[in-house]
């Protein structure tokens, strides 16, 4: 029988100040270790995403496990560069670049610009020349494939602002060819996150494929592809599906990538490392009775996890002091604003004032995304092993 609430230390919470995220780093550690030997199998590189959780302690912990970033400001670079990811294992992606991220990239000679337009491309350039250097890139390629996950988070549909249209490839390349200090080594591509279903990442290889046969006839052989993140999590089951099914993701693509001798496969990985590690802690601050509804009056709000109502996304919710019958909520945050709810009709062991509740798989664009709107506090972190 699998456990329905996740192993908490509920005493040691009371004396703790929330809302707060909590992260299991047993099961980080143990995220990691299965991402290093399935990859391994292939000699994929893998990137953390530093976008899903940029927690020092974390990172610090993800960089010792040997694997790089992907930084998508240059304020991610430093973080990255401070929590020991070396520059050679940074990849540095976005479709605005600003001139000073730039030059901070060039002064640490990251791996790799993952460049986005021509534009970006002709910029990169002139800093690198005005530095004496010569900027290794991969060119973000939009390869129109569906991610068929939500419209906020699919990335590689031609309507989309990322990356070079798949058919302005040609044109890119020929320009590319007066820009004398860019040196091409990779291609690059990201089409969402959160998939769950392996078809949206096959499509994306046999793109892959045919997009090295275009570059091929050009005279250009790569020496990376990277393919960006996206694998998803279960969010509706993290106490007994805590780790994603890193085994299927990576052998599709072993399956489907034709690769050219001494050529690399590079990943951007973040929800999948760090989602389901963490949680965010809340305490019950009211029970209402409404007309037609019983609302749990939560301490956090949508400043402390802002993805319900963002993206309309569902967390497990937990009740971590209660084992009372189970009553319907509509668990909902203290902002003013009415799309500040975490769920509706949630049923949960009978909510008292001082309960403290769980939102589970909260560790990727959790804390991350956290904001001091309504002048609130940004919320703490602790962690499992230093508790
Ligand atoms: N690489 C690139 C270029 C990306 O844009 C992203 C995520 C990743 C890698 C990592 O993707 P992942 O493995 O985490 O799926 N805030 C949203 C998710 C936004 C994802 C943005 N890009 C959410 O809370 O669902």
Known sequence: MFPCKGNFPTDRFETLETP??????????KTLEVIVAEAGKYGYKIHFAVKANANPRLLCLIADYGIGADCVSGGEVCTALKAGFPAEKIVFAGVGKADWEIELG??????????ESLAELEVLDALAVAKGKTAKVALRINPDVDAHTHAKITTGKREN???????????????????RHIRLIGIHCHIGSQITDMSPFRDLAVRINDMQ???EAQGTVIEHINVGGGLGIDYYHPNHLPLPAFDDYFAT?????RLRPRQEVHFELGRSVVAQCGSLISRALYVKEGEVKKFAIMDAGFTDLLRPAMYDAY?????LSSEIAEEEYDVVG?????????????????????????FRSAGAYGEVMASQYNCRKLPQSFFSDEL
């Open 20 to 29: 707060f995220y909590y992260y299991d780093i047993a099961l980080l550690r």
């Open 213 to 215: 046969v275009l570059l």
């Open 253 to 257: 693509f072993y399956k489907l990538l």
């Open 315 to 319: 967390h497990r919710i937990e009740n």
């Open 334 to 358: 203290p902002i003013c604003e009415s799309s500040d709810v975490f769920g509706q009709d949630v049923r949960l062991n009978s909510v008292r004032r001082g309960d403290l509740l769980a």
């Open 161 to 179: 602002k990322f990356g070079i249209n798949l058919s302005m490839l040609e044109g890119t390349l020929e320009r590319m060819k007066a820009l």
């Open 106 to 115: 060039l002064a640490n000679n990251i791996f790799c610009f993952n460049v």
